[in-house]
């Protein structure tokens, strides 16, 4: 029988392109395998991701399983609603593995959706089970963590006005937590609190890290630090990143190749590590008209150049300072959409980075080695922007007061410490040391990444478990 790895992702475009990625890194090393993606689909993703997958390359022999909609819910922006959908989404999850073990030997299930392992699993197969942690390491430590830290106190973490200690990280604020889990009386927090104690169950977790990156949390999870309740080892962690979308699998919509080759040639034209780029993911979109005016004039008063990819539901035309165009437009680009955020990156004029701090984003600027400003929005992007500042060294962080409100000195002066400073010099220069570990990290004998992903793949062979009655092919 053929050999199959199963990959689940939970629902959306994004987290679809992840795990496709992980399904391409299989196949190019190891070619033996057949790749069955799992497809969670929510009726308002339903054209983006058709998009993306007939857009997939044939040379990736990737199949599709499109999995039924539980109910009639139209998105998964409720962090309740996401989780709920994972739940009532098992049992479509278990039937298509029993489907497809009838005519394959199903060697492992990856899946971003953490639920308790045995919900999936049919009645006569054992399916070896990994999950696929979406963020760092930092945050994965915090995760696990979250069951033990949930003993320690019985009141919210939002009314907590000091700083927690998680084993790997550095002291962070309990406010800076992600939102979710600040309220203990929130449904939300009972399913994250959920999601950290089914993680160890899992035969291991796969991040997109490397060993170099976030050695602290990595040490930390691999001792059971984060762990101290088990009985039994810690799960085992497999970093093998990093692992960084093609552009054109992160755009959506027919705008892509312009948008792309617009931002690239104007850069072409711009002096080498001369601009700063500024993008804020997906909630960038929901910055307030004044926030962007702020924005607008700090990079103006700033003299640096920049591309700033500005999307926003509002007249960019009225929120702007008037002549704020005319006035940068020798020196700043302004894009209203998509833009190809890895490529530009990778380009030799962009010398900075203002982010939002998600995981992608750090993973892109890392693996090219960009220093940045660190601009979180909400989620894990708090912690991640500690990790970055204290850890890591590779950012300054922007400040804010407690609405996540930035005022225009603090844009220039971030903008100008990172791009001109001495401390800026040296966010830069780590950067760049940190680069090339990325590079290492998947680089012939001795590369962490690469004996990471050689275990993992290991430890696919005999795993398959079938009862008495079964007779294996």
């Given amino acids: 029988m053929k050999e199959t ?11 679809l392109v992840s795990m496709v990625e992980l399904g391409k890194l299989i196949l190019n090393h190891h070619s033996h395998y057949y790749i069955t993606v799992l497809v969670p689909l929510m009726p308002s993703d339903a054209p983006t991701i058709s998009s993306f997958i007939t857009s997939i390359p044939t040379t990736f022999p990737l199949s599709f399983h499109p999995l039924p909609s539980p109910h009639q819910t139209q998105s998964t922006k409720s962090i309740t609603t996401a989780f709920e959908f994972i739940r ?25 959706a953490v639920q308790d392992v045995s919900s999936y699993m049919p009645h006569n197969i054992n399916i070896p089970t990994y999950f696929y942690f979406t963020s760092g390491a930092s945050a994965l430590a915090l995760f696990l963590y979250f069951p033990t830290l949930h003993t320690q106190t019985t009141e919210s973490f939002k009314d907590l006005a000091r700083l927690v200690h998680i084993p790997g990280l550095p002291p962070i604020n309990f406010s800076h937590l992600p939102r979710p889990i600040l309220d203990r009386e929130a449904e939300a ?9 089914c993680l160890p169950k899992s035969n291991g977790i796969i991040v997109n890290t490397f ?17 101290p309740k088990l009985t039994s080892p810690p799960p085992e962690l497999f970093c093998i990143g990093p692992i960084v979308a093609e552009a054109k699998d992160r755009a959506i919509g027919a705008v892509s190749n312009s948008m792309s080759i617009n931002c690239l040639s104007w850069l072409d034209n711009q002096p080498n590590g001369s601009v700063v780029f500024l993008c804020f993911g997906s909630k960038g979109e929901a910055f307030s008209g004044p926030q962007i005016r702020e924005i607008a004039i700090g990079l103006e008063r700033s003299d640096q150049r920049f591309l700033w990819v500005a999307k926003t539901t509002l007249d960019l035309a009225v929120v702007l ?6 006035r940068t437009k020798e020196r700043g680009l302004v894009v209203e959409s998509w833009a190809p955020q890895a490529e530009i990156l990778k380009h ?9 701090c998600g995981w992608n984003s750090v993973v892109e600027a890392v693996s090219a080695g960009v220093g940045m400003v660190a601009w979180p929005l909400y989620a894990e992007q708090w912690l991640n922007r500690v990790v970055l500042v204290e850890e890591m060294e590779v950012a300054i962080a922007v400040q804010m007061d407690d609405d996540g409100w930035v005022i225009r000195d603090e844009v220039e002066r971030s903008v100008r410490e990172l791009m001109g400073s001495e401390r800026g010099e040296a966010v830069r220069k780590r950067s760049a040391e940190v680069r090339e570990a990325a590079a290492a990290a998947w680089r012939g004998v001795g590369g962490s990444s690469l004996a990471a992903f050689s275990n993992l793949v290991g430890s696919w062979s005999g795993h398959l478990i079938l009862d008495k009655d079964s007779k294996p092919e």
């Fill in 189 to 197: 927090y009972h399913y994250f609190l959920n999601f950290g104690a």
């Fill in 348 to 356: 030799g004029a962009v010398g900075g980075f203002v982010s939002h």
């Fill in 88 to 112: 009532l989404t098992a049992a479509a999850v278990r039937q298509a593995l029993e489907t497809i073990s009838l005519s394959s030997t199903v060697s492992a299930l990856i899946t971003s």
């Fill in 321 to 326: 300072p008037e002549g704020f165009l005319e």
């Fill in 5 to 15: 790895i199963i990959l689940y992702p939970v629902p959306g475009h994004g987290h």
């Fill in 211 to 227: 060993d170099s990156l976030e050695p602290r949390a990595i040490k930390a999870i691999n001792n059971g630090d984060c762990t």
